[in-house]
Protein backbone atom coordinates (compact mmCIF):
# COMPACT_ATOMS: atom_id res chain seq x y z
CA UNK A 1 0.00 0.00 0.00
CA UNK A 2 1.16 3.05 -0.80
CA UNK A 3 2.23 5.77 1.54
CA UNK A 4 0.59 9.62 1.71
CA UNK A 5 4.04 10.91 0.11
CA UNK A 6 4.37 8.13 -2.69
CA UNK A 7 0.52 8.79 -3.54
CA UNK A 8 0.77 12.21 -4.28
CA UNK A 9 4.29 11.94 -6.32
CA UNK A 10 2.14 9.44 -8.35
CA UNK A 11 -0.44 12.43 -8.82
CA UNK A 12 2.05 14.81 -9.79
CA UNK A 13 3.86 12.57 -12.23
CA UNK A 14 0.84 11.21 -13.97
CA UNK A 15 -0.65 14.93 -14.27
CA UNK A 16 0.31 17.44 -17.07
CA UNK A 17 -0.71 20.78 -16.89
CA UNK A 18 -3.27 22.11 -19.11
CA UNK A 19 -2.45 25.04 -21.83
CA UNK A 20 -2.35 28.78 -20.53
CA UNK A 21 -5.20 31.38 -21.72
CA UNK A 22 -5.07 35.32 -22.09
CA UNK A 23 -7.57 36.97 -19.23
CA UNK A 24 -8.06 40.83 -18.68
CA UNK A 25 -6.32 41.88 -15.32
CA UNK A 26 -9.99 42.04 -13.75
CA UNK A 27 -10.31 38.22 -14.11
CA UNK A 28 -6.80 37.00 -12.89
CA UNK A 29 -7.37 36.80 -9.00
CA UNK A 30 -6.83 33.24 -7.88
CA UNK A 31 -5.59 31.98 -11.26
CA UNK A 32 -1.89 30.98 -11.35
CA UNK A 33 0.58 32.90 -13.82
CA UNK A 34 1.38 31.36 -16.93
CA UNK A 35 4.40 33.70 -17.47
CA UNK A 36 6.76 35.65 -15.21
CA UNK A 37 5.94 38.96 -14.75
CA UNK A 38 8.54 41.84 -15.28
CA UNK A 39 8.51 45.40 -14.10
CA UNK A 40 8.79 47.71 -16.82
CA UNK A 41 9.74 50.87 -14.88
CA UNK A 42 11.73 51.19 -11.76
CA UNK A 43 9.60 51.92 -8.92
CA UNK A 44 9.31 54.65 -8.12
CA UNK A 45 9.76 55.72 -11.09
CA UNK A 46 11.18 59.37 -9.35
CA UNK A 47 12.62 60.46 -6.19
CA UNK A 48 9.34 60.52 -4.33
CA UNK A 49 8.24 62.46 -1.25
CA UNK A 50 6.64 60.15 1.20
CA UNK A 51 4.96 63.47 3.54
CA UNK A 52 3.28 66.49 2.87
CA UNK A 53 6.21 69.43 3.25
CA UNK A 54 9.19 70.60 2.18
CA UNK A 55 12.06 69.73 -0.30
CA UNK A 56 14.94 71.25 1.41
CA UNK A 57 19.00 70.64 1.74
CA UNK A 58 19.01 69.10 5.01
CA UNK A 59 22.34 70.39 5.92
CA UNK A 60 20.63 74.27 5.86
CA UNK A 61 18.67 73.02 8.99
CA UNK A 62 21.25 72.02 11.40
CA UNK A 63 20.39 75.19 13.43
CA UNK A 64 16.75 75.89 13.49
CA UNK A 65 14.53 77.69 12.80
CA UNK A 66 16.29 77.90 9.80
CA UNK A 67 14.23 80.43 6.83
CA UNK A 68 14.11 78.87 3.77
CA UNK A 69 12.76 80.91 0.68
CA UNK A 70 9.93 79.09 -1.37
CA UNK A 71 10.54 79.08 -4.78
CA UNK A 72 7.81 76.89 -6.26
CA UNK A 73 5.57 73.91 -5.54
CA UNK A 74 5.07 69.90 -6.85
CA UNK A 75 2.53 68.18 -6.29
CA UNK A 76 1.34 64.34 -7.22
CA UNK A 77 1.33 64.69 -10.86
CA UNK A 78 2.39 67.70 -11.03
CA UNK A 79 6.05 68.46 -10.68
CA UNK A 80 8.87 71.51 -10.15
CA UNK A 81 11.26 70.63 -12.48
CA UNK A 82 13.78 73.21 -11.89
CA UNK A 83 16.90 72.79 -9.66
CA UNK A 84 16.62 74.02 -6.25
CA UNK A 85 19.76 76.20 -5.14
CA UNK A 86 21.58 77.12 -1.54
CA UNK A 87 18.97 78.58 1.14
CA UNK A 88 15.77 77.39 -1.36
CA UNK A 89 12.66 75.34 -0.59
CA UNK A 90 9.91 73.21 -2.55
CA UNK A 91 6.43 73.06 -1.05
CA UNK A 92 5.85 69.35 -1.93
CA UNK A 93 3.14 67.09 -1.73
CA UNK A 94 2.76 63.37 -0.56
CA UNK A 95 3.19 61.05 -4.27
CA UNK A 96 5.01 64.62 -5.78
CA UNK A 97 8.65 63.82 -7.28
CA UNK A 98 11.32 65.92 -5.43
CA UNK A 99 13.00 68.44 -6.90
CA UNK A 100 17.18 67.99 -8.51
CA UNK A 101 19.10 69.99 -5.34
CA UNK A 102 16.65 68.58 -2.54
CA UNK A 103 18.05 66.03 -0.64
CA UNK A 104 15.57 65.90 2.18
CA UNK A 105 11.72 66.69 3.15
CA UNK A 106 10.99 68.22 5.98
CA UNK A 107 7.14 67.40 6.81
CA UNK A 108 4.77 70.43 7.15
CA UNK A 109 3.95 69.85 10.99
CA UNK A 110 7.50 70.68 11.63
CA UNK A 111 7.50 74.05 9.40
CA UNK A 112 5.68 77.38 9.22
CA UNK A 113 5.22 79.62 6.43
CA UNK A 114 5.92 83.60 6.78
CA UNK A 115 5.53 86.22 4.89
CA UNK A 116 1.93 85.12 2.82
CA UNK A 117 4.04 82.09 1.37
CA UNK A 118 6.98 83.60 0.46
CA UNK A 119 9.56 81.99 2.82
CA UNK A 120 8.96 78.96 5.43
CA UNK A 121 10.56 78.36 9.00
CA UNK A 122 12.02 74.86 9.58
CA UNK A 123 11.77 74.23 13.07
CA UNK A 124 13.30 70.88 13.49
CA UNK A 125 16.60 69.85 12.14
CA UNK A 126 15.80 66.91 9.32
CA UNK A 127 18.15 64.03 8.85
CA UNK A 128 19.62 63.53 5.06
CA UNK A 129 17.38 61.72 3.18
CA UNK A 130 14.22 62.10 5.40
CA UNK A 131 11.23 61.24 3.77
CA UNK A 132 12.32 60.47 -0.23
CA UNK A 133 11.51 56.93 -1.25
CA UNK A 134 14.58 56.73 -3.61
CA UNK A 135 13.91 55.89 -7.56
CA UNK A 136 13.80 52.33 -8.06
CA UNK A 137 14.41 51.80 -4.52
CA UNK A 138 10.86 49.22 -4.38
CA UNK A 139 11.90 47.40 -7.81
CA UNK A 140 14.27 48.36 -10.83
CA UNK A 141 12.80 48.01 -14.72
CA UNK A 142 13.39 44.59 -15.99
CA UNK A 143 13.69 42.81 -12.79
CA UNK A 144 11.69 40.06 -12.47
CA UNK A 145 8.63 40.88 -9.77
CA UNK A 146 6.60 37.74 -9.66
CA UNK A 147 7.08 33.87 -11.10
CA UNK A 148 4.98 31.71 -12.97
CA UNK A 149 3.06 29.29 -11.28
CA UNK A 150 2.33 31.96 -8.37
CA UNK A 151 -1.29 32.16 -7.55
CA UNK A 152 -2.98 35.68 -8.16
CA UNK A 153 -3.88 37.02 -4.90
CA UNK A 154 -5.32 40.43 -4.38
CA UNK A 155 -1.14 41.96 -4.02
CA UNK A 156 -0.35 40.42 -6.92
CA UNK A 157 -3.29 42.13 -8.96
CA UNK A 158 -2.02 45.15 -7.56
CA UNK A 159 1.56 44.69 -9.10
CA UNK A 160 -0.10 43.47 -12.13
CA UNK A 161 -1.44 46.75 -12.75
CA UNK A 162 1.75 48.56 -11.56
CA UNK A 163 3.69 46.65 -14.41
CA UNK A 164 1.23 47.38 -17.16
CA UNK A 165 -0.28 44.34 -17.33
CA UNK A 166 -3.63 44.55 -18.40
CA UNK A 167 -4.30 41.03 -19.79
CA UNK A 168 -1.92 38.25 -18.68
CA UNK A 169 -1.27 34.54 -19.29
CA UNK A 170 -2.75 32.16 -16.84
CA UNK A 171 -3.20 28.39 -16.62
CA UNK A 172 -6.00 26.99 -17.66
CA UNK A 173 -8.90 26.27 -15.37
CA UNK A 174 -9.24 22.29 -14.72
CA UNK A 175 -12.98 21.50 -15.53
CA UNK A 176 -14.05 18.75 -13.15
CA UNK A 177 -17.04 16.66 -12.64
CA UNK A 178 -18.27 15.62 -9.43
CA UNK A 179 -20.38 12.42 -9.11
CA UNK A 180 -21.65 11.06 -5.95
CA UNK A 181 -22.37 7.30 -5.91
CA UNK A 182 -24.74 4.92 -3.54
CA UNK A 183 -28.49 3.80 -3.37
CA UNK A 184 -28.85 5.32 -0.56
CA UNK A 185 -28.79 9.12 -1.75
CA UNK A 186 -30.78 11.84 -1.91
CA UNK A 187 -30.73 14.84 -3.07
CA UNK A 188 -30.18 17.77 -0.72
CA UNK A 189 -34.13 18.96 -1.42
CA UNK A 190 -35.29 15.71 -0.86
CA UNK A 191 -36.45 14.22 2.65
CA UNK A 192 -34.84 10.55 3.18
CA UNK A 193 -36.80 7.81 3.25
CA UNK A 194 -36.17 4.65 5.23
CA UNK A 195 -32.66 3.49 4.64
CA UNK A 196 -31.62 7.14 2.85
CA UNK A 197 -29.64 9.71 2.95
CA UNK A 198 -29.09 12.90 1.69
CA UNK A 199 -26.05 13.73 -0.32
CA UNK A 200 -23.29 15.85 0.87
CA UNK A 201 -20.58 14.81 -0.97
CA UNK A 202 -21.23 16.32 -3.98
CA UNK A 203 -21.75 19.75 -2.16
CA UNK A 204 -18.57 19.60 -0.08
CA UNK A 205 -16.19 18.22 -3.11
CA UNK A 206 -17.39 21.26 -5.14
CA UNK A 207 -16.66 23.96 -2.06
CA UNK A 208 -13.02 22.49 -1.82
CA UNK A 209 -12.73 22.17 -5.80
CA UNK A 210 -14.20 25.86 -6.77
CA UNK A 211 -11.43 27.66 -4.95
CA UNK A 212 -8.84 24.99 -5.64
CA UNK A 213 -9.58 26.97 -9.49
CA UNK A 214 -12.03 24.54 -10.98
CA UNK A 215 -14.56 24.80 -13.20
CA UNK A 216 -17.06 22.54 -11.38
CA UNK A 217 -19.72 20.58 -12.91
CA UNK A 218 -22.19 18.63 -10.30
CA UNK A 219 -23.47 15.29 -12.31
CA UNK A 220 -26.79 14.01 -11.06
CA UNK A 221 -25.98 11.12 -8.38
CA UNK A 222 -25.85 8.10 -9.17
CA UNK A 223 -26.97 4.79 -7.34
CA UNK A 224 -24.77 1.64 -7.49
CA UNK A 225 -25.15 0.42 -10.69
CA UNK A 226 -22.80 -0.57 -13.08
CA UNK A 227 -24.58 0.75 -16.13
CA UNK A 228 -25.55 3.45 -14.84
CA UNK A 229 -21.73 4.22 -13.57
CA UNK A 230 -20.50 3.71 -16.55
CA UNK A 231 -22.93 5.81 -18.58
CA UNK A 232 -22.42 8.81 -16.37
CA UNK A 233 -18.05 8.73 -16.10
CA UNK A 234 -17.87 8.18 -19.79
CA UNK A 235 -20.52 10.93 -20.32
CA UNK A 236 -18.53 13.43 -18.55
CA UNK A 237 -15.22 12.10 -19.54
CA UNK A 238 -15.96 13.43 -22.83
CA UNK A 239 -16.14 16.70 -21.73
CA UNK A 240 -13.79 17.04 -18.21
CA UNK A 241 -10.14 16.86 -16.97
CA UNK A 242 -10.92 15.18 -14.09
CA UNK A 243 -13.51 13.38 -12.40
CA UNK A 244 -14.36 12.71 -8.76
CA UNK A 245 -16.60 10.12 -7.38
CA UNK A 246 -17.34 9.22 -4.08
CA UNK A 247 -18.27 6.55 -2.58
CA UNK A 248 -18.05 2.84 -3.78
CA UNK A 249 -14.69 1.91 -4.17
CA UNK A 250 -14.33 -0.35 -0.37
CA UNK A 251 -14.92 -3.70 -0.66
CA UNK A 252 -18.52 -4.38 -0.50
CA UNK A 253 -20.73 -6.25 -2.94
CA UNK A 254 -21.97 -2.93 -4.02
CA UNK A 255 -19.05 -1.02 -4.28
CA UNK A 256 -18.32 -0.58 -8.41
CA UNK A 257 -16.42 2.26 -8.94
CA UNK A 258 -13.33 -0.07 -9.81
CA UNK A 259 -14.75 -2.16 -11.75
CA UNK A 260 -16.33 0.64 -13.86
CA UNK A 261 -12.98 1.84 -14.39
CA UNK A 262 -11.58 -1.33 -15.42
CA UNK A 263 -14.64 -1.78 -17.79
CA UNK A 264 -13.85 1.76 -19.55
CA UNK A 265 -10.18 0.89 -20.09
CA UNK A 266 -8.64 3.25 -17.46
CA UNK A 267 -5.25 2.70 -16.12
CA UNK A 268 -5.11 2.53 -11.87
CA UNK A 269 -2.27 3.89 -10.60
CA UNK A 270 -3.16 3.02 -6.98
CA UNK A 271 -6.50 1.71 -5.26
CA UNK A 272 -5.62 2.10 -1.92
CA UNK A 273 -3.24 4.41 0.10
CA UNK A 274 -1.82 3.44 3.79
CA UNK A 275 -4.00 6.93 5.22
CA UNK A 276 -6.55 7.12 7.81
CA UNK A 277 -9.12 8.19 7.13
CA UNK A 278 -9.36 7.67 3.08
CA UNK A 279 -7.64 4.11 2.33
CA UNK A 280 -9.91 2.96 0.01
CA UNK A 281 -9.12 6.11 -2.67
CA UNK A 282 -8.73 5.29 -6.09
CA UNK A 283 -6.36 7.28 -8.66
CA UNK A 284 -6.88 6.03 -12.65
CA UNK A 285 -6.68 7.75 -15.75
CA UNK A 286 -9.49 6.94 -18.99
CA UNK A 287 -7.82 6.40 -22.21
CA UNK A 288 -8.87 9.55 -23.50
CA UNK A 289 -6.75 11.30 -21.08
CA UNK A 290 -9.62 12.92 -18.33
CA UNK A 291 -8.16 11.68 -14.90
CA UNK A 292 -10.58 9.48 -11.98
CA UNK A 293 -10.42 10.33 -8.36
CA UNK A 294 -12.94 7.69 -6.51
CA UNK A 295 -12.77 9.16 -3.37
CA UNK A 296 -14.67 6.78 -0.15
CA UNK A 297 -17.86 7.72 0.64
CA UNK A 298 -17.36 8.62 4.07
CA UNK A 299 -17.79 12.79 4.26
CA UNK A 300 -14.90 13.26 6.55
CA UNK A 301 -12.56 10.87 4.21
CA UNK A 302 -13.68 12.74 1.09
CA UNK A 303 -12.44 16.07 2.78
CA UNK A 304 -9.27 14.13 3.78
CA UNK A 305 -8.42 12.49 0.58
CA UNK A 306 -10.08 15.37 -1.83
CA UNK A 307 -7.26 17.53 0.25
CA UNK A 308 -4.50 15.84 -0.04
CA UNK A 309 -5.11 14.20 -3.49
CA UNK A 310 -7.20 15.56 -5.99
CA UNK A 311 -6.25 19.47 -4.96
CA UNK A 312 -2.85 18.75 -5.92
CA UNK A 313 -4.29 17.36 -9.41
CA UNK A 314 -6.12 20.55 -9.72
CA UNK A 315 -3.58 22.74 -9.32
CA UNK A 316 -0.98 20.86 -11.23
CA UNK A 317 -3.37 21.33 -14.18
CA UNK A 318 -3.16 25.43 -13.41
CA UNK A 319 0.64 25.12 -13.57
CA UNK A 320 0.58 26.09 -9.63
CA UNK A 321 4.03 25.76 -8.13
CA UNK A 322 2.58 24.99 -4.97
CA UNK A 323 0.42 21.99 -4.83
CA UNK A 324 0.34 20.32 -1.74
CA UNK A 325 -1.54 21.60 1.89
CA UNK A 326 0.44 24.36 3.66
CA UNK A 327 2.34 22.40 6.05
CA UNK A 328 3.31 23.70 9.58
CA UNK A 329 4.71 22.33 13.00
CA UNK A 330 2.99 22.71 15.99
CA UNK A 331 2.64 21.52 19.39
CA UNK A 332 -0.22 18.52 20.42
CA UNK A 333 -2.53 19.40 22.72
CA UNK A 334 -3.96 16.37 23.64
CA UNK A 335 -2.63 12.63 23.36
CA UNK A 336 -3.52 10.73 20.48
CA UNK A 337 -3.85 6.76 19.68
CA UNK A 338 -3.53 6.43 16.21
CA UNK A 339 -3.84 3.11 13.65
CA UNK A 340 -0.19 1.86 13.86
CA UNK A 341 -0.80 0.00 10.37
CA UNK A 342 -1.42 3.43 8.56
CA UNK A 343 -0.59 6.97 8.19
CA UNK A 344 -3.02 9.16 10.53
CA UNK A 345 -4.62 12.25 9.44
CA UNK A 346 -6.59 13.43 11.99
CA UNK A 347 -8.97 16.65 11.84
CA UNK A 348 -7.36 19.28 14.53
CA UNK A 349 -8.37 22.99 15.18
CA UNK A 350 -5.17 25.18 14.98
CA UNK A 351 -4.61 28.22 16.84
CA UNK A 352 -1.76 30.15 19.54
CA UNK A 353 -0.68 30.05 22.96
CA UNK A 354 0.55 33.21 24.66
CA UNK A 355 4.12 32.30 23.79
CA UNK A 356 3.49 32.76 19.81
CA UNK A 357 3.62 29.11 19.71
CA UNK A 358 1.28 26.93 17.28
CA UNK A 359 -1.17 24.28 19.33
CA UNK A 360 -3.01 21.46 17.12
CA UNK A 361 -5.95 20.39 19.00
CA UNK A 362 -7.31 17.09 18.03
CA UNK A 363 -11.02 17.18 17.52
CA UNK A 364 -13.25 14.80 19.21
CA UNK A 365 -15.06 12.75 15.89
CA UNK A 366 -16.93 10.03 15.65
CA UNK A 367 -14.62 8.68 13.03
CA UNK A 368 -14.59 9.11 9.41
CA UNK A 369 -18.44 9.17 9.08
CA UNK A 370 -18.23 12.38 11.60
CA UNK A 371 -18.36 15.15 8.91
CA UNK A 372 -20.85 17.42 11.73
CA UNK A 373 -17.66 17.06 13.81
CA UNK A 374 -15.44 18.13 11.32
CA UNK A 375 -16.78 21.30 10.51
CA UNK A 376 -14.28 23.25 13.21
CA UNK A 377 -11.14 21.38 12.08
CA UNK A 378 -8.64 23.95 10.52
CA UNK A 379 -5.87 21.35 10.14
CA UNK A 380 -5.15 18.01 9.83
CA UNK A 381 -2.52 16.33 12.48
CA UNK A 382 -0.20 14.11 10.43
CA UNK A 383 0.91 10.79 12.82
CA UNK A 384 3.26 8.79 10.35
CA UNK A 385 2.85 4.87 10.19
CA UNK A 386 4.07 2.96 13.20
CA UNK A 387 4.38 5.35 15.66
CA UNK A 388 2.13 4.78 18.45
CA UNK A 389 0.32 7.35 21.35
CA UNK A 390 1.31 10.22 20.92
CA UNK A 391 1.56 12.33 24.45
CA UNK A 392 0.41 15.95 24.85
CA UNK A 393 3.30 18.67 24.05
CA UNK A 394 4.87 16.60 21.23
CA UNK A 395 5.88 18.60 18.25
CA UNK A 396 3.69 17.32 15.51
CA UNK A 397 3.44 17.84 11.54
CA UNK A 398 0.19 19.51 10.52
CA UNK A 399 -1.30 20.45 6.97
CA UNK A 400 -3.91 23.54 6.71
CA UNK A 401 -6.75 22.58 5.25
CA UNK A 402 -7.80 25.46 2.82
CA UNK A 403 -10.45 27.86 4.18
P1 LIG B 1 -19.10 3.82 0.69
O1 LIG B 1 -17.73 4.37 0.50
O2 LIG B 1 -19.92 3.81 -0.55
O3 LIG B 1 -19.03 2.47 1.35
O4 LIG B 1 -19.84 4.79 1.69
C1 LIG B 1 -19.35 4.95 3.02
C2 LIG B 1 -20.34 5.72 3.85
O5 LIG B 1 -20.45 7.03 3.34
C3 LIG B 1 -21.73 5.16 3.85
O6 LIG B 1 -22.27 5.30 5.15
C4 LIG B 1 -22.47 6.03 2.88
O7 LIG B 1 -23.85 6.09 3.11
C5 LIG B 1 -21.81 7.38 3.10
N1 LIG B 1 -21.89 8.20 1.90
C6 LIG B 1 -21.59 7.78 0.65
N2 LIG B 1 -21.80 8.76 -0.24
C7 LIG B 1 -22.24 9.83 0.46
C8 LIG B 1 -22.61 11.14 0.10
N3 LIG B 1 -22.58 11.56 -1.18
N4 LIG B 1 -23.02 11.99 1.06
C9 LIG B 1 -23.04 11.58 2.35
N5 LIG B 1 -22.70 10.36 2.75
C10 LIG B 1 -22.29 9.47 1.82
MG1 LIG C 1 -21.72 2.99 -1.07
Redesign the pocket.
Known amino acids: MNPVAKAIKIIKDETRALESERVELSHALGRHLAEDIIADTDLPPFDRSQMDGYALRAAETTTVPAKLRIVGESAAGRGWHNELNPGEAVRIMTGAPVPVGADSVQQVELTRELDGGSEVEILEPVSLGRSIVKRGSEIKGGETVLRAGEKINAGAVAVLASFGYAQLSVGKRPRVAIL???T??VAVDQKPGPDQ??????FSIAAYATPAGATVERLPLAGDDIAQLKRQIAGAAERCDIIVT?????V?RY?FTKTVLQELGAEIFFERVALRPGK?TVFARLPNGTLVFGL????VSVSVTFNLFARVAILAMQGAAETELEAATAVLSKTVKPARDRDSYLPARLSTNENAQLLAEPLKWGGS?DFVGFVRATALIIIPQATGVVEAGTRVGVVRLPE
Open positions: ATGELIRDSNNSGGVSGDPPGNPS
